[in-house]
Structures are given as C-alpha cells and as structure tokens.
C-alpha cells in the first residue's frame, strides 16, 4: 500500500524550487528600491496637486477684490478696527452712498471670510442669536492694507497706464487715415490722450517702445495742419 502511494506522489522538481527561490531573492533585493520609488511618485503627485490648487485658489482670492463694495468694506475695517453687520450697513450708505440689505451684505461679508480678510465674531453673550450684532474685524491688519496698497499702486496704475495707451494709440493710427481737414476734432482727443499719458502718474508705467510711439505721436500733432 505504501509503495502504491509512493508511486502516485510527483517527484520534487529542484528546477521549480530554485526559480522560485530566485525570484524571491531578487524580489527581497528590490523591495526598498520599489518602495522608494511608490514614495517618491505619491509625493511628487501629492505636491503636484497642492501647487495646482494653491494656483487656483490665488486666482480666486484675487477676485474677492473684483467687486468694489467689499474694497469699500475693507476700508470701513481699515479705520474703524471693527464694526457689526448693521453697523457696517449703515456705515457703508452714509459714507459712499450704498444702501444694501443685510442679507445681500452677509454674502459680501461671507466672501471677504472664506478668502481670510475678515474674521467672524458672533454674539457669544447675546440671549438669542442675532445676525445684525455678529462683529467683523480685519484678519491680518497690516497685511490687508499691504494688499490694497500693491493693487491700487503697483498693479492699478500699471493697468491704467495700458488702458490710456491703448486709446491712444487707436486714436493716433486712426487720424493717419484721415485727410487733414478731418481730423481738427480727433487733434484735440489726441493731444488730451497724449497728456494723459506724459503725465506722472502714467508715463513711469509704460514700456520704452510705447514711450517712443507716444513722443512720435507728439510730433504728429505738430504737423497736422490747423
């Protein structure tokens, strides 16, 4: 009986067990290089999806300030520290003239909170909860003011710098296609742009090249008969 079962168990297969005991080995060798490199790629696509995100969110930041009620809001906040939900209503009718419900305020308020500009102090001690008492105060003062200051500087006089040139310069190609006795009209829009643009508060905004189309349109001028 022992020999019949003998008969019917398969030979070991040495070649099998050392193929196996091969690719164990190997497998063992590279496990920390694979593990290093799962880490690696997981990181880098982790740190690829925050850079992304963090772009999205600064152009969505930035147009918190694309409305010009809640600029007026942070100046309010500017120069009186903090001030409630009714109060700043109030406050924002009787000094530029915007009389706004408090619900249509609370989104404004909502916006400016989500992007970190104000923060949100809600009546803890009130009996009952009271929207129109919730105080709003700056968050970061210093740096909301930085904010302001870099948009209506640096980045409003360099927009409205391209703005008055644009204009000008429609202007300017549009009068070289006119005949001279047309243009008496456009002269004087033209030379009004052309100040605008020589002036201070522009022309250290504009790019070499446009500072010498504006000094060869000067010299147009002077050549368009009267």
């Given at each position: 009986?022992?020999d019949?079962?003998?008969?019917?168990?398969?030979?070991?297969?040495?070649g099998?067990?050392?193929?196996?005991?091969?690719?164990?080995?190997?497998y063992?060798?590279?496990?920390?290089?694979?593990?290093?490199?799962?880490?690696?790629?997981?990181?880098?696509?982790?740190?690829?999806?925050?850079?992304?995100?963090?772009?999205v969110?600064?152009?969505?930041?930035?147009?918190?300030?694309?409305?010009?009620v809640?600029?007026?809001?942070?100046?309010?906040?500017?120069?009186?520290?903090?001030?409630?939900?009714?109060?700043?209503?109030?406050?924002?009718?009787?000094?530029?003239?915007?009389?706004?419900?408090?619900?249509?305020?609370?989104?404004?308020?909502?916006?400016?909170?989500?992007?970190?500009?104000?923060?949100?102090?809600?009546?803890?001690?009130?009996?009952?909860?009271?929207?129109?008492?919730?105080?709003?105060?700056?968050?970061?003062?210093?740096?909301?003011?930085?904010?302001?200051?870099?948009?209506?500087?640096?980045i409003?006089?360099?927009?409205?710098?391209?703005?008055?040139?644009?204009?000008?310069?429609?202007?300017?190609?549009?009068?070289?296609?006119?005949?001279?006795?047309?243009?008496?009209?456009?002269?004087?829009?033209?030379?009004?742009?052309?100040?605008?643009?020589?002036?201070?508060?522009?022309?250290?905004?504009?790019?070499?090249?446009?500072k010498?189309?504006?000094?060869?349109?000067?010299?147009?001028?002077?050549?368009?008969?009267?």
């Amino acid at each position: 009986m022992l020999d019949g079962v003998k008969k019917n168990v398969r030979p070991r297969c040495f070649g099998c067990h050392a193929g196996f005991y091969v690719r164990l080995f190997v497998y063992s060798f590279l496990r920390p290089t694979l593990n290093l490199s799962y880490s690696s790629n997981y990181l880098e696509s982790v740190s690829k999806l925050t850079v992304s995100k963090l772009e999205v969110d600064f152009w969505k930041l930035l147009r918190v300030f694309g409305t010009k009620v809640r600029v007026d809001i942070v100046r309010l906040l500017l120069q009186f520290e903090m001030a409630s939900l009714s109060d700043i209503a109030k406050k924002l009718e009787d000094k530029y003239s915007r009389k706004m419900s408090l619900p249509g305020l609370l989104k404004h308020m909502k916006e400016l909170e989500d992007a970190g500009i104000v923060q949100r102090e809600s009546g803890a001690f009130l009996p009952t909860p009271d929207a129109r008492k919730t105080i709003y105060l700056l968050e970061g003062r210093e740096r909301v003011e930085k904010i302001l200051q870099q948009l209506e500087g640096n980045i409003g006089n360099l927009l409205l710098a391209g703005a008055i040139f644009s204009e000008t310069a429609k202007l300017a190609r549009k009068l070289q296609g006119m005949r001279p006795k047309l243009v008496k009209e456009e002269r004087k829009n033209l030379e009004s742009l052309l100040a605008k643009c020589e002036s201070e508060e522009v022309y250290g905004y504009l790019t070499d090249d446009e500072k010498k189309k504006v000094k060869l349109w000067r010299m147009m001028t002077t050549f368009i008969e009267e």
